[in-house]
């Protein structure tokens, strides 16, 4: 049973819904795998929690 992590900012529901379900096909077809078996955990982080590029997501602005 193969686990993705998806580490990201914070998504909406849609988001998540179509991110899980591109993500479970895609590993499906690649491994060969039926999508049953394809687990996928989202883990959110807040912007003030995440640096890109030795700045917050939190303090750019735009």
């Given at each position: 049973m193969p686990v993705v992590t998806v580490v990201s900012n914070v998504l909406?529901?849609?988001q998540k819904r179509e991110l899980v379900a591109q993500i479970t096909d895609v590993c499906s077809?690649?491994?060969?795998?039926?999508?049953?078996?394809?687990?996928?955990?989202?883990?959110?982080?807040q912007p003030e929690n995440i640096g890109v590029a030795g700045t917050l997501l939190s303090d750019r602005t735009a």
């Open positions: 909406e529901k849609d077809r690649v491994m060969n795998l039926p999508p049953q078996t394809i687990v996928v955990i989202l883990d959110e982080k």
